[in-house]
């Protein structure tokens, strides 16, 4: 055991650190810092530049544009972007149909779809759950029924997040039910954004905010070459997915940028008062978290070296998804009890860059808190919620 | 000791719920909230009319004599309806205020037509650097000419967009944080020099930040005695606390119960998800939250009405116990309906916002934890 980073490392961090002064833009920036949302094309030009340094596909096979990195690599590259705050990857192109069709498409699709993904050409939407299936994902009942060399596809996805921008979804879809288990008939589907009987329609969430969507499928005619793999193989590889996903979810680094940022604005006098650092309730709750963050990365780190050795990242992953998402929202709620009063007031006009300063009510970001705080209640709930991966380790890692 | 309700008691808060039932459904709320000034006038006019903006005044003000019980239930109905009327910043804090400070003048002048419901008033108790204390208040009240001359900055103050009237903490003498040296004003929203600035908040309720820019008012504007507005101010902001943490029990026990009987309708893996072991005890706990919470808001209620000095003491273990609890019981009732329990669409997100905010409200629960340490009476 050796806690210390190698030569090849730290060089490694300080080339990260030199491209992140040189390349981070300063408009996106600055929005960051205010908690002003970003809009698509914020997004897609941020990843473009990541793209352009070949860094943006972190974990994908070199032969496709990935980057060989080793994961200690991976966790120094994750832990700089949250230093400077850098906007999250959208994570459903690169993170997660991506993998699915290195590892499970043909030739054709990958050459077709991945290098779109890869230059953040194309945006891609998640079309799993159902109305009737969350926790259930197994009992999804859109269904693909072949006509030809067409599947005709009809049936509701819905809490698709970023929908409203995606140009393609891909989509776990029924092909049969004349099956001895409900999993083998469930296929691996993509599906065109623009072909006819797709409809979207936005779904508001708690703090007010367009960010998911419901998606009707009404006879939506897909070509069969759009099948990832083979027919009725799309649960296997979507679980597969799920835990890539999971694994991503713990967001350790941008914890640990949230507990700094929060400890540094606690020692600020705000308008005269007494800086919270100052209150040992507060001091104590914020260690508390971090200890807890701590361990976490720690823990990320013994799975990260672990797939290093040929493990695939497997049920384990469940453990980070359910404390990072605990820890994140932790912090959440103490950046609310810092903000105090100032949590409280909501006017979404202000986190506009050209709202006028003076009439700004609170100060800073203060009021972005609250739609954070309230939006993320989400983190326990989607990709799994916390509930069913403590289903799943039981299950899996403890035999039971 | 007895916890039985009289039978006023009883038709009061029954009233009210099915008042609550038959014309303040969620859609109607919602409705409501979307409208120019963010409540109902008309809804207000009709709180007048069944007499509930009456409810805590002395009869001989036009009111119906009731205390901290009568406020109870009514605050528990509230609650349960996320009302928006603004009842807590008329009949509590201003109302509350002048109900125990106001010369005969004053209170034919404010106080009647604040209970018929047709003024609107505010208490600026907050200013920006003080956090949840009360007793910080830099706004200055210089005496000049036979009346005084108010400046500073107030934050957070409920219904101030539409207030006729706001009621102003400020100092006449001593330093920022001391308790002596405070003086109530009662300063006319038009008065010269008062700027407004009103925002909606989390929980659909509408607030404002106001600037005092050397606004005079003469000698009648003072509420109570001079230097000595801390005591009332203090009182005003305990029996607040008291309200919306019977509020918050009735929020509590609504998303509690709205829990459960989701819990049977949705179905995972071909059964109610009710039947999952892990989720049963879950709900038993924010049962337990509920039954526990109920517990010390009686407890305090009885101690306010009795008029015991220990009652601010408990009146800090509930707020305490309802930004923990209470709080714990809201993130599970939005966790227990998935996705569902963070649309705007259900009422649930609407009353886990509210929550949040009666936490902010009054000092959040380490405030009152620290408040229910100070005050503990020496054995
Ligand atoms: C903001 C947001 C974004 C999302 N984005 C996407 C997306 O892009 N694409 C997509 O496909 N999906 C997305 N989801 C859907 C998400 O994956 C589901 O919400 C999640 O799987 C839960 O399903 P559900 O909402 O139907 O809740 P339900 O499955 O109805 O669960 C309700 C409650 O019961 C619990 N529960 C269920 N079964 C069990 C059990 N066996 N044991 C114990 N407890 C149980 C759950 O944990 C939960 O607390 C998103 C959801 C949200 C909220």
Known sequence: ?400 | MDFSLTDDQLILAGSIGRFIDAEYDFESRQQITVGDEGFSREMWATFAELGITAVPFAEEDGGLDGGPIELMLIMEQLGRGLVVEPYLANIVLAGGALRRAASSGQREKWLTPIIAGELHAALAFAEPQARYDIRNVATHAGAEGGGYVLRGSKTMILNGGAANMIIVPARTSGDTADEDGITLFIVPADARGVEISPYPTVDALQAADIDFNDVTVDESAVLGDVDKGFATLQAVIDEATLAISAEAVGIMQTMHEKTVEYSKNRSQFGVPIATFQALQHRMVDTMIACEQSRSLLYWSVMLSAANDPEARHSISALKYQVGTAGIEVAREAVQLHGGMGVTWELDIAHYFKRMTAIDAMFGNADFHLDRYIDTAPTS
């Not at chain 1, 850098?86 to 590892?103: D, H, K, N, Q, R």
């Open chain 1, 1 to 400: 055991m050796n806690i210390d980073f190698t030569e090849e490392e730290i060089r490694f961090q300080t080339e990260v650190r030199e491209f992140l002064a040189g390349h981070y833009s300063e408009d996106i920036r600055s929005k960051r810092d205010e908690g002003i949302a970003l809009t698509k094309d914020d997004m897609v030009r941020w990843q473009k530049v990541l793209y352009e340094r070949g860094w943006f596909a972190v974990n994908w096979p070199v032969e496709h544009g990935g980057t060989g990195w080793t994961p200690l690599q991976k966790y120094i590259f994750a832990r700089e972007l949250a230093a400077v705050n850098a906007p999250p990857l959208i994570a459903f192109g690169v993170s997660m149909v991506a993998p699915i069709i290195y590892t499970y498409g043909n030739e054709a699709q990958k050459q077709r779809f991945l290098p779109d993904i890869l230059a953040s050409n194309v945006w891609w939407c998640q079309g799993y759950s159902e109305p009737g299936s969350g926790s259930d994902l197994a009992s999804l009942k859109t269904r693909a029924d072949r006509d030809g060399d067409h599947y005709v596809v009809n049936g509701t996805k819905t809490w698709t997040t970023l929908g409203q921008h995606a140009d393609w979804i891909f989509c776990l879809v029924r092909t049969s039910t004349d099956v001895a288990r409900r999993q083998e008939g469930i296929s691996f589907l993509l599906i065109d954004m623009k072909t006819e009987g797709v409809t979207v329609r936005p779904i508001i969430t708690i703090e007010g905010e367009h960010e998911v969507n419901e998606i009707h499928l009404e006879d939506v005619r897909v070509p069969v070459e759009n099948l990832v793999g083979e027919e009725g193989k799309g649960w296997t590889y979507g679980k597969v997915l799920l835990q890539h996903e999971r694994t991503n979810i713990a967001g350790v680094a941008v914890s640990q940028y949230r507990i700094d940022r929060l400890r540094e604005k606690s020692r600020q006098s705000i308008h005269g008062a007494a800086p919270l650092s100052e209150d040992r309730n507060f001091v104590r709750k914020l260690a508390a978290i971090e200890v807890e963050l701590k361990a976490l990365e720690y823990t990320e780190l013994r799975t990260l070296a672990s797939v290093a050795v040929g493990k695939a990242p497997g049920p384990e992953s469940s453990l980070l998804k359910i404390r990072g998402t605990e820890v994140q929202q932790a912090i959440d709620a103490l950046m609310m009890e810092a903000a105090g009063y100032y949590a409280l007031p909501y006017v979404p006009a202000q986190y506009a860059l050209d709202f006028p300063d003076d009439d700004r009510i609170g100060f800073g970001a203060e009021t972005s808190t609250s739609l954070r705080y309230f939006n993320n209640r989400k983190a326990s709930i989607y990709g799994g919620s916390n509930e069913i991966q403590k289903n799943i380790i039981a299950k899996h890692v403890l035999g039971l």
